[in-house]
Structure formats: C-alpha cells, structure tokens
C-alpha cells in the first residue's frame, strides 16, 4: 500500500489525509519538514507532499535534505505564492511538480497517481 507523507499547517494535513485515504492509501502526517526528517519515514514514503512555505525549514530545504542524502520520494509541492524561480527550484532539484492553492482534488489526485505510478 502506497504512504503518502504529509507535511503542512494541521486543516490541509486534514483534508489532504481524507483525499488519500478515500484512495485506499495510508497518510501520514506531520506539522513541519523537521518533524519529517526525524521521523525517518522518508525511507519508506511513496510520496511526499509538503508546503514550501513552513516556519523552521521550508519545504525546498527539507527536499533538498533528502535529495543529498538519497533519500527523496517522489515530492508534491503545494504553495499560495508560486512564483517562477520557485518552480525552476522546485522542479529542477526533483519534485514532481508545484500546485498553487488553493487546487482541484482531481489534480492532487492526478499527481498522487503519477507518484506512485499507477495508472
């Protein structure tokens, strides 16, 4: 079964673990990208969706933690405020893709799919 980690401010954590789950999926959540990386969960996360903007490290550092230590899952970034340098970072160091709030459930859905990569 897929495991979707999610790291944001607690109601997107809410509404993103219901949108999993209503996906046969298990969610897990965490309030911030410190919480995660001392999780150790990363190693066994099918998907990492994650804010960019938190208080303590942002969304982009913590990714680009796991990817120094080769230990990055497949990543969804969500942000209110994306701005071009923001996807090229995002993007360019790995992520699937950046989604501005507030998105259609379809399309998280449509990116958690290609995440795991089921059809």
């Known amino acids: 079964m ?5 790291v944001d401010d607690q109601a997107v954590r809410l509404a993103l673990g219901s949108l999993v789950r209503s996906m046969d999926w ?4 965490f309030e911030s990208a410190e919480a ?3 999780s150790g969960e990363a ?3 099918s998907c990492l969706i994650s804010d960019v903007r938190m208080p303590g490290m942002s969304g982009v550092e913590m990714h680009e933690r796991l990817v120094a230590q080769g230990q990055a899952p ?3 970034f969500i942000s209110a405020y994306p701005t071009p340098s923001l996807q090229a970072r995002a993007t360019g160091n790995g992520a699937l893709v950046l989604l501005q709030k507030p998105y ?4 998280m859905t449509h990116w958690l799919s290609v995440a795991v990569d089921s059809p």
């Open 2 to 6: 897929p495991i979707i980690s999610i």
């Open 26 to 29: 298990e969610a897990r959540m």
């Open 36 to 38: 995660f990386l001392a």
């Open 43 to 45: 190693v066994d996360t």
């Open 74 to 76: 497949a990543t969804i």
């Open 104 to 107: 259609q459930a379809s399309v």
